[in-house]
Every structure is written in structure tokens, then in C-alpha cells.
């Protein structure tokens, strides 16, 4: 009889490192940005939008004339260049760099607190940034500025907050669980201000409800700019930190005798997820379950090391942003829809499911 | 000066966590290639000790070095590359293999974003080899038997290379034929590759028969230090453990090994048949010889407040005791008089023995002037012509009002326990 296979008690999938999953979700990922800018709420024929973006690209090198053929609107090619390049196209690269913050966020802080659970929203950086949001809605500031305004503010409320708890995290009783704590508690104070604020100043509330949705649109290229680069600097820095949460996964102290300087690197990751939370719900408002999903996804594909988890995280949180926003723009054409909706809409079953999955797993350990 | 600078050098390290005293003014030294044992009883200081020497918890006073290194002075990589650790106990989240979780013990020699390189994949496989695990590389650590991890543990800390390896409790977890397996694959190391250990351990026979030299810790104090053959003594099992234990020697090692027969007393907590509880009131040893008079006669005793390093409480526990205790010179403070309160409460009689009354113990007295009238209170009649009242007159005051109000005189403890006798149906509980 042959030696029975070893008993896991674990998933198995678990086990060993598949870096190529890697390659295959930049790959559909490429794919998606390429694709996505065919759907609209305004029906441009596929042709014609592939010849835009090639004549783009290209600096308008590359088909002279890309509308030809297509029935043009009466703002000529230019309005239709307008609508795939300008509006969709960076809406495309926004949900890309959104998700992918989120993603990479949410795989990091789910290392440092190791607990699968854990999301960028988890320390109350949501309420912080809604504030700051709400702030800018309300008092009206730089009405006509407001694509500048609100950004910022919201940025500020997220970044605000994530310092003050980081400030308790550096104190002498920052253990792991007065840092959540303290998330939660600063979390609901904000949001019971917000509430005030709010209930004096109803004609705001509408906004502010779209704005808590989530939503990519409205945006331009100046400000996907800023959103990149500010992803993709604190992203990068954070990928670089696989190792380092690898060895923090055994416990901070055994983490720590083997060279790692777990309070150090776990407050300067807080931070970085901070940043990077901040930016992303600068633009786009609060995007749920991104961030909690996606490094499970790139575990059971690609495995557990965090070398893995967190660049493919990254990519798995971009492809999820923006397949939800295919996805709604397919099942609900014409209308512009909270892309929060969605992704809460996939994440919550997913969130379910894990919690299902996470107690017959210790139930098991138990017995 | 010509002496080599030690592996570990322990300097009157003090520890304590927040009231609690977790460590005492330790201090002792390890020289390199030794196998030191770290014995005592749970909570005598063990794990603290060791977390101390990796630089995990600051220390109230005095400090740690590695290798001549005071260890709060070194980054936390340079601290990797000289001492390794093997903790108690590991519970890795994901079923990593062996190979990749061995490579963990390399990180201190990486640099950063520095991939592992031939050499560290050959030092973790080398330590792999060591622990009997060579074969088992892309087995997952989650996989595979607890004594098994405990040994991928040990390839860990041997893959770091560190010239210092302190071990907690190695074996706590593992079968007796695993206890040995782990214990003889330390005892190599020290013997050939001049690796300095240091084990926190439980079993005095293991730690016997594996280790060069033993110290032992009892309340957070360093109360016995040396070879096995001269630490390990029947009247040490007692005294610290106690624990009433015949000695042997084993013949074919000549290790010597303890047979544990039964406790000195039983441990407080458990309900005891005896007489009392009778409070004694002591201090500067002069309720000693009480106190032991006393249990022998099958009283349950609590004594207190006495203060630490004191002999009467020495006794006290070696009697098994409760105690009110208060660090070294300090006025009683309020939570030790909460506690001696308790034990008043809970007495059928109190014994003031003649000691020597200051500021800072006063309030044994006070405490026990409260329970006058309620409680059968004796005092020992004071020696003539010896001054015992350091509290300008406060002391032989309460005295006075003590015997005024119906406290009994007795000349000794014989006289102490024909008058306990006397009241026995009233203290029988």
C-alpha cells in the first residue's frame, strides 16, 4: 500500500509558492484596461473606442481620423475623444490605482495584525476622511474648486485620523488591541460628529451619502495623476515589507529575535496603509470589501508568502474595482451607479463565507 | 581582566511588573560553550530572565550582555546574529515548508530586499540535517508532529548562526522519548560546535543529566548556582519546591536524579484538615521558630506583613504559609494591609511574636489592635533588656492597650500552644 498523502490542517492551497499566479492577474489585469473603456453610459461603437485610445497613445500618431466611420455626436470627434479618453478611460485608471491601494492596504494590515479579517477601513480611517468630506460639503468651501476641496479634506480626515491612533499605537501601552480599540472608539466619535453635523445641515446629507457609496466618476487626469503617485510610491514601499510580515506572522517577539524590529516595522506599515487608504478614499469616497478580499483571493491562488500576497493583492484589488465597475455599468446601462454598491454587493457573501470557513476551521483545531 | 568576556552576562538585573517583583537583583555569568539549566518553580522568574537577556522587556535596574555587548545598546539585528531563541511554544499560521521556514532564521544576515542566497539555503539545510529533518525540506511545518516542530524550531535558531542560544522550556510539550531526542541534539551542539546555551527548564532530572551547571531561581532571586552534582540536593527540593524528595544517583551517568515523594506541605489553595488558621505577627526571624511550631502542630498559619528578603517569611513559606509581603524597607503599604486584613478576618487567633517594631511595620499592630476584643490575641513575653520599639514609644503603646484589653501573655511557644490547646474547641474550624 502506498504512504498515505501527509495529513494538513490546514487549506492546502496553502501550501508552496505559485509566483506565476502573479504574472496571469497582471496579464487579465492589462487586459481590463484595455477592454474597459468599451463600456460607457453612452454607446460608442468598439471599434472606434480602440481607435481612439490607439490614436491617443500614440500622441495622435496612430489613426489621424479615429472617428471614421462612427456616428458622431455634436461635438464632433473630439466629444467622443473626450468621453473615452478623458472620461473613461481615467475613470478605468483610477479604479485600478483605488483597488489597488485598498488591496495592498488591506494585505499588509492583515499581516500586521494577523487576522484575516482586518481591512484599510479597519483603524476608523473611513469615518476620519467622511468627516473631513462632510466639512467640505457642508460649509460649501471652494464651491467651484470642490474637485479640489473635497479630495483634500477628505485626505486630511482619513490621514488625521490614522496618525492620531498611530500616536497611541507609539505610546508605552500600544499593544495591538489598544490600537484597535482606539480605532473603534475614534471611529464612532467622528461618526457621531458627522451625524451632528449632518442633522443641522440636511441639504448636505444627500452628498455625503453618494460620497459614503463610493464612486469613481467625475474625476480628471490630474487627479488620477496625484492618486498614482502617491500609490504607487507608498504601494512599492510597502510590497518591499513581504519579508519582514512573513516573520511577524510567528508573533512579534518571535519575529523579533530573529532580526526584525516588529514595533518599528509594524508603526511604519500603519502608516504607509494609512497613506494609501487616505489617497484612495480621497477620490473615490468608501469602497468596502476591496481591500478585505482581495489578499484571500491571491492567498488560495499564489500562497500565503506575503512576498506574494501583497504585490498580488494589489493587482487582484485593482481587477475587482474594476470589474465591479463593468459589471454595473453592463447590468444597469445608462445609469452611474455607486461602485461601493457593488463591490459590497460580491464582498459581503465572500466576508460571509470566510467567517463560515474561519470557525469550522477552529472548531476542528478544537476538538 | 584576562578572563574572556562571557556569552551572557547577567549584572544585578531587576525586573519587576508593575507591584510585582519579577526578578531580583540577578546576576551571574555564562561562559562561552557552557549548557546552563535555568531551574524553579513556576513564576520563580525563569521566562522573565530569559526574555530579559533578548531584550524583550526593559529592566528596573541593572543590565544584560552579550558578548561583552550591554544588549539595550544593540539593534535588533545585531542582537539576532548573537542570541537565538527557541520559544516555548510556536504556532505558525500557514503550512509553510520546512525548508522556507527554517530560511525565517536567516533573516538577520540579509540584506534589505537581498534574496536568500546558496549559502543560506546550505546553512538552513545544514541545520535541517541536524535535527534529523534533511529529508522532510517541502514538508509543511503544520504538517508535521509537535516534537517535530519543536526540532524545525531548533533548525531555526541553528540556521542563525547566533554563538548564544536560549531555549524556554524545550521540551514542555513532548513526549519522554522526545524530551530526550531534543536535549541530546542541544547537548551536541554545545559539545561540538561550542555553542553557549541557556535552557529555562522544568525537569530537574533532565536538567541534570544534560546540563553543565544549573541555576535556580526561586522569586525572582538567584537561590542556587553550580554543577548538578553539588545544586541538585534533597534539602534544595524543599526549600525551594517544596517538595519532599529522595535523591539518587544514576549509575550509568552518575547524574543525580530526584524522586519526588510527596509535598512539604500542601500547597496553599487546598483545603487542609488541620487547626487554625492562627495569624502570626512577626519579623527580623523572630517568629520562626512560632511559625514552624506551630504547623507542626497542624496549625494552619498566615503570617505578615513581613518584608522580602525576611527570614521569618522564609520560614513562612517553607511552611506553606500564606503571606503578606512587602518589598524590602518600605512602609506596609495599602495593598498588603488589604491583604493582611484578610487573613485577620479569616484567623481564629493572633500571635504577636517579639520583634522588633519600626515605622514601616507598625502597622502590624494597628491591624492587630482592631481585631482586639473579637479575636484570642497572645503575645510572646519580649526578652528584658532589649530594645525592640524603634517607633519612639507608638509600639509599646498598642502593646500596652493589647494587653489591657484582654490580650494574653505567653513566656514561649510551648506555653502558646497549651493555650491554643486550651481554646481548641472554639478553634477547631
Known amino acids: ?367 | 581582566m584576562a578572563e574572556p568576556v562571557p556569552a551572557l552576562r547577567v549584572r544585578n538585573v531587576s525586573v519587576r511588573f508593575g507591584e510585582r517583583v519579577a526578578l531580583q537583583d540577578v546576576d551571574f555569568a555564562v561562559p562561552r560553550g557552557q549548557f546552563v539549566a535555568l531551574a524553579g518553580p513556576n513564576g520563580s522568574g525563569k521566562t522573565t530572565l530569559l526574555r530579559a537577556a533578548l531584550g524583550f522587556l526593559p529592566t528596573e535596574s541593572g543590565s544584560v550582555e552579550l558578548f561583552g555587548a550591554e544588549v539595550s545598546g544593540l539593534s535588533v539585528s545585531e542582537r539576532a546574529r548573537r542570541v537565538a531563541w527557541v520559544p516555548q511554544e510556536e504556532n505558525p499560521r500557514d503550512d509553510i515548508p520546512l525548508l522556507d521556514y527554517v530560511l525565517f532564521g536567516r533573516y538577520a544576515h540579509l540584506g534589505w530586499l537581498e534574496r536568500e542566497s546558496d549559502t543560506d539555503r546550505q546553512a538552513a539545510g545544514r541545520a535541517l540535517d541536524a535535527v534529523a529533518l534533511g529529508d522532510r525540506k517541502q514538508d509543511g511545518i503544520l504538517s508535521i508532529s509537535g516534537g517535530e516542530r519543536q526540532r524545525a524550531i531548533l533548525a531555526r535558531a541553528l540556521a542563525q548562526e547566533s554563538p548564544l542560544v536560549l531555549l524556554d522550556e524545550p521540551t514542555s510539550h513532548l513526549d519522554i522519548a522526545h524530551q530526550l531526542d531534543i536535549l541530546s541534539r542541544v547537548r551536541a551542539l554545545v559539545t561540538e560546535r561550542k555553542v553557549t546555551v541557556v535552557a529555562a527548564m522544568h525537569d530537574l532530572n533532565l536538567a541534570a543529566r544534560f546540563s553543565d551547571r544549573i541555576v535556580v531561581l526561586s522569586r525572582g532571586r538567584r537561590v542556587a548556582d553550580g554543577p548538578p552534582n553539588e545544586v541538585i540536593s534533597e534539602e534544595l527540593l524543599a526549600r525551594v519546591w517544596g517538595v519532599v524528595a529522595d535523591l539518587r544517583r544514576d549509575p550509568r551517568t552518575g547524574a543525580p536524579y530526584l524522586l519526588p515523594h510527596h509535598l512539604v506541605v500542601p500547597s496553599s489553595g487546598t483545603p487542609f484538615l488541620g487547626k487554625g488558621p492562627v495569624h502570626v505577627v512577626g519579623g527580623g526571624g523572630a517568629a520562626s521558630s512560632l511559625i514552624r511550631r506551630l504547623s507542626e502542630a497542624g496549625y494552619r498559619v498566615t503570617a505578615g506583613a513581613l518584608h522580602l528578603l525576611d527570614s521569618d517569611l522564609e520560614t513562612a513559606e517553607s511552611v506553606g504559609a500564606l503571606t503578606a509581603v512587602e518589598v524590602p524597607f518600605a512602609p506596609i503599604g495599602p495593598e498588603v494591609r488589604e491583604r493582611l486584613r484578610g487573613f485577620l478576618d479569616a484567623a481564629t487567633a493572633v500571635v504577636i511574636a517579639p520583634f522588633p517594631v519600626g515605622p514601616s511595620n507598625l502597622p502590624n499592630l494597628e491591624e492587630a489592635r482592631r481585631v482586639l476584643g473579637r479575636l484570642p490575641i497572645f503575645l510572646l513575653r519580649r526578652p528584658a533588656n532589649e530594645t525592640w520599639d524603634f517607633t519612639g514609644g507608638a509600639a509599646t503603646a498598642i502593646e500596652e492597650e493589647l494587653r489591657h484589653g484582654g490580650a494574653v501573655e505567653v513566656a514561649n511557644a510551648d506555653d502558646l500552644l497549651a493555650a491554643l490547646g486550651a481554646r481548641a474547641p472554639t478553634l477547631a474550624r
Open chain 1, 1 to 367: 500500500m502506498a504512504t498515505p498523502p501527509p495529513v494538513s490542517t490546514e487549506s492546502p492551497e496553502a501550501r508552496g509558492r505559485r509566483p506565476w499566479v502573479l504574472g496571469l492577474f497582471f496579464l487579465l489585469l492589462a487586459l481590463g484596461v484595455l477592454f474597459s473603456p468599451l463600456l460607457g453610459t453612452v454607446a460608442i461603437d468598439p471599434a472606434t473606442v480602440l481607435r481612439i485610445l490607439v490614436h491617443q497613445a500614440s500622441g495622435g500618431a496612430l489613426y489621424a481620423n479615429p472617428c471614421a466611420g462612427a456616428s458622431l455626436p455634436a461635438s464632433g470627434c473630439s466629444g467622443l475623444i473626450e468621453i473615452v479618453w478623458d472620461a473613461r478611460l481615467s475613470e478605468v485608471v483610477l479604479a485600478v490605482v483605488v483597488g489597488a491601494a485598498l488591496g495592498v492596504s488591506g494585505g499588509t494590515l492583515q499581516g500586521v495584525f494577523r487576522n484575516p479579517l482586518a481591512d484599510p477601513f479597519l483603524l476608523g480611517l473611513s469615518s476620519g476622511g467622511t468627516l473631513g468630506a462632510a466639512i467640505v460639503v457642508v460649509l460649501n468651501i471652494g464651491v467651484d474648486e470642490q474637485n479640489l476641496f473635497l479630495p483634500l479634506f477628505a485626505f486630511l480626515g482619513a490621514i488625521g485620523t490614522g496618525l492620531v491612533i498611530l500616536a497611541a499605537a507609539r505610546s508605552r501601552f500600544g499593544s495591538v488591541e489598544t490600537l484597535l480599540l482606539t480605532g473603534v472608539a475614534l471611529s464612532s466619535f467622528l461618526s457621531s460628529v458627522l451625524s451632528l453635523i449632518l442633522l443641522y445641515n440636511p441639504t448636505g446629507s444627500l452628498q455625503v451619502d453618494f460620497w459614503l457609496l463610493g464612486n469613481l466618476g467625475a474625476l480628471d487626469w490630474s487627479q488620477d495623476g496625484i492618486a498614482f503617485g502617491i500609490v504607487l510610491v507608498v504601494g512599492t514601499l510597502l510590497a518591499t515589507h513581504g519579508r519582514e510580515l512573513n516573520l511577524l506572522q510567528l508573533g512579534p517577539e518571535v519575529a523579533q529575535s530573529l532580526g526584525v524590529d516588529s514595533r518599528k516595522v509594524r508603526l511604519r506599515l500603519l502608516l504607509l496603509t494609512s497613506i494609501a487608504t487616505a489617497a484612495a478614499v480621497a477620490f473615490t469616497g468608501i469602497i468596502g470589501f476591496v481591500g478585505l478580499v482581495s489578499p484571500h483571493v491571491v492567498r488560495r491562488l499564489a500562497g500565503s508568502d506575503y512576498r506574494l500576497v501583497l504585490p498580488g493583492a494589489a493587482l487582484v484589488g485593482g481587477g475587482f474595482l474594476l470589474a465591479a465597475r463593468d459589471i454595473s455599468l453592463v447590468a444597469f446601462p445608462g445609469t452611474l451607479l455607486p461602485i461601493g454598491i457593488f463591490t459590497s454587493f460580491a464582498g459581503a457573501p465572500f466576508f460571509a463565507y470566510l467567517l463560515y470557513r474561519r470557525r469550522r476551521v477552529s472548531t476542528m483545531g478544537a476538538v
